[in-house]
């Protein structure tokens, strides 16, 4: 399959998808049997994983999608990373961030800074898919459906230039 200048290969078939989906939402579903979560996913790539996992979870929660943004700060501070969108309380609230992959991590270690920031009562992630960069940072990451090196992939959510989102299956660019 072709996408612009790059070739996908299947990856991870929908069904192996579905399978680990269904496992991070059963295992949740253990860890917060007497609480009432609120998950955050983060947009855009992870608004399907989002879909399929909170369908099958059994507890109360809430939802609310949030978006890192980046804007340009001054000179001397570069890029700085904020979340928008962000319309509920958090403060004492157990708080589950939902994204699609972590490659580098550096991201939500901005997003899980300003979070905590905001006295949450406590603060997991769940990511579909962790590369290995990320592994290498240890950033501490409580439910993960795959482990992969560091192919770049898409489908399921994830794009490559804004195409490919809607994939059902796991690409990943061949040379
Ligand atoms: P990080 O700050 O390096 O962890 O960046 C994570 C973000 O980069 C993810 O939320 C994705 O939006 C994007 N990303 C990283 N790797 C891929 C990939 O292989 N395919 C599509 N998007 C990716």
Do not use: H, W
Request: glycine share 6%.
């Amino acid at each position: 399959m072709q996408i612009k200048d790059l070739k996908f290969k299947e990856f991870i078939n929908k069904v192996k998808v579905q399978q680990q989906v269904s496992a991070l939402a059963k295992q949740i579903n253990i860890d917060y049997k007497d609480k009432s979560p609120v998950f955050l996913p983060i947009l855009n790539g992870s608004f399907i994983f989002a879909a399929d996992l909170i369908k099958q979870i059994e507890v109360p929660c809430r939802v609310s999608f949030v978006k890192v943004s980046s804007y340009a700060g001054t000179a001397s501070s570069g890029q700085l990373k904020i979340l928008i969108g962000l319309e509920e309380s958090l403060f004492n609230q157990d708080i589950i961030i939902v994204e699609d992959i972590i490659d580098t991590g550096l991201t939500l270690q901005k997003v899980v800074q300003e979070l905590k920031d905001l006295g949450t009562k406590s603060l997991e992630l769940v990511t579909l898919l962790r590369k290995q960069p990320a592994r290498e940072k240890m950033f501490d990451v409580k439910y993960i459906g795959f482990e992969i090196e560091n192919e770049f992939v898409l489908g399921y959510g994830l794009d490559y230039d804004g195409y490919g989102r809607n994939l059902e299956d796991i690409y990943q660019s061949v040379i």
